[in-house]
């Protein structure tokens, strides 16, 4: 699959800026970057130059000077690509940065597709299908944990411990195979009672690594968060008073939020994609109906549940309806309104909740009290619950959980093989099968055309 065809493209935003770049790589990238490119004394060449040095200069196009830039020169193998690589530096506007990136592709470069720099670094063997997918998760983390650990996928954290396991793999695929191929010198008795710890010990690993995924999902995309509650509890206020400013109408009248309203924050560096949902009621209205029932239904699969009461008036049957929905899953119950007289307590509130372990957060979105108790809860569960984030290995990407979940089931065989005392040959199968899972991940088992899906789906210029 590797290419060589010198190709070019913008690899920054393209927006008025300070500072436009424009990336070419490839055999006759160089070349191509000489013929647009003349020094302040006149020169045109970029061969002469060292590698990994920077030139000032002007962009030609023809006679007429473009741009004045600092061109930077990296040769193969030292490049990102591995291959010769030229990046233009020029000024930010967006007119002058496609007016050099014209140039430069009439000057015998092609115009690179979404992702086809980093395509050719795993082409080219600088990285793996793993760190490769880890540029793609940098650029569009939305909160700290989901940069630190695609960083960590960066540097190797997930391919590290999978060439390990396939390592381990490797190496009984090698001895049964000998040993079936040569009995006389090679014997396989007391083998399947060594390999058979050694099984538990991958299955252990994989299943790890399967688990995390749930905690990667969340980790990568944000907490889905819903607000529910009755009419008028103060969901709309909590949603005004997370995000920072006024996007949900409050009024007095009950029934105002009739559609679902959605907001990505940050809080203590945890992404929470904030839903505020219609008041949960009883209701011949055609619209508030529809919203409730929306409601309902974003509320069932939200990652986590914020529960407004309304402190100030009783309990009734739609709290019912909130209180069975709420079972079971992560849960903060907001007892709302507490600048008011109270009509609902906290007791007669943890009576009707089926999980002792629910918090429950006396809270004003009036006054402002209560939140920093509610934010510090959100960051407990996050770090200490179902939802923690740690430095052990997390499966964020649906591939790569996929491929380990094939990984198991072959493993699974291996290991009911043993049990079974069935031949060497039998369980050898399944090994190579495991063998092949794990390569699928860090792209040693994967075909052109997942690759281009794969980068299909980075940005221009990356």
Do not use: W
């Amino acid at each position: 699959m590797k290419q060589t065809e010198t190709i070019a493209a913008i690899a920054t935003a393209l927006s008025d800026s300070g500072i436009g770049i424009v990336r070419i790589s490839g055999d006759d990238a160089i070349e191509i970057g000489s013929r647009v490119y003349r020094s302040k004394n006149g020169c045109h060449s970029l061969k002469d130059y060292g590698s990994h040095t920077i030139h000032y200069g002007f962009i030609m196009d023809g006679d007429e000077i473009l741009d004045e830039v600092m061109v930077a020169v990296m040769k193969a193998p030292n490049s990102y690509t591995k291959e010769d690589t030229v990046e233009i530096n020029c000024h930010g506007g967006v007119l002058i940065v496609q007016k050099v990136l014209e140039t430069v592709l009439r000057n015998g470069a092609r115009l690179a597709e979404p992702g086809e720099f980093t395509k050719r670094a795993f082409l080219n063997g600088r990285i793996d299908l793993a760190k490769a997918e880890a540029v793609m998760d940098i650029i569009h983390s939305r909160n700290e944990f989901a940069l630190k650990s695609s960083m960590k996928q960066l540097k190797g954290s997930i391919s590290d411990c999978i060439r390990q396991m396939r390592e381990e793999i490797l190496y009984e695929i090698a001895f049964i195979e000998s040993a079936l191929d040569d009995p006389e010198h090679i014997s396989t008795e007391g083998y399947p009672e060594k390999l058979l710890p050694k099984i538990g010990d991958l299955l252990s690993r994989c299943n790890k690594l399967i688990d995390s995924a749930d905690d990667g999902k969340v980790l990568k995309e944000g907490i889905n968060t819903v607000i529910v509650g009755k009419p008028n509890a103060g969901k709309s206020s909590l949603m005004n008073l997370l995000v920072g400013e006024e996007k949900a109408i409050v009024t007095d009248v009950a029934g105002t939020t009739r559609d679902v309203l959605e907001e990505s924050i940050r809080l203590h560096g945890i992404g929470l994609n904030i839903i505020d949902t219609a008041g949960i009621r009883s209701t011949e209205d055609v619209v508030e109906k529809i919203g409730v029932e929306r409601a309902l239904k974003i509320a069932s699969d939200a990652d986590l549940i914020l529960y407004v009461v309304d402190s100030s008036v009783a309990l009734d049957e739609s709290d019912e309806e909130i209180l069975d929905l709420i079972g079971g899953k992560k849960c903060i119950v907001l007892l709302n309104k507490t600048d008011l007289v109270p009509v609902v307590e906290e007791e007669e509130l943890r009576k009707k909740l089926r999980d002792a372990e629910i918090s429950v957060i006396r809270t004003s979105t009036r006054d402002n009290t209560g939140i920093e108790e509610f934010e510090n809860t959100i960051k407990e569960m996050f770090f200490s619950g179902a939802l923690s984030m740690n430095e052990e290995v997390i499966i964020t990407n649906m591939r790569h959980k996929q491929a380990l979940e094939e990984a198991r089931d072959s493993l699974l065989m291996v290991k009911k093989s043993l049990e079974d005392e069935m031949p060497e040959d039998f369980y050898s199968i399944d090994l190579m099968s495991a063998y092949a899972s794990l390569g699928y991940i860090i792209g040693e088992e994967v075909g052109e055309d997942l690759v281009n899906e794969i980068f299909s789906k980075f940005c221009m210029g990356k």
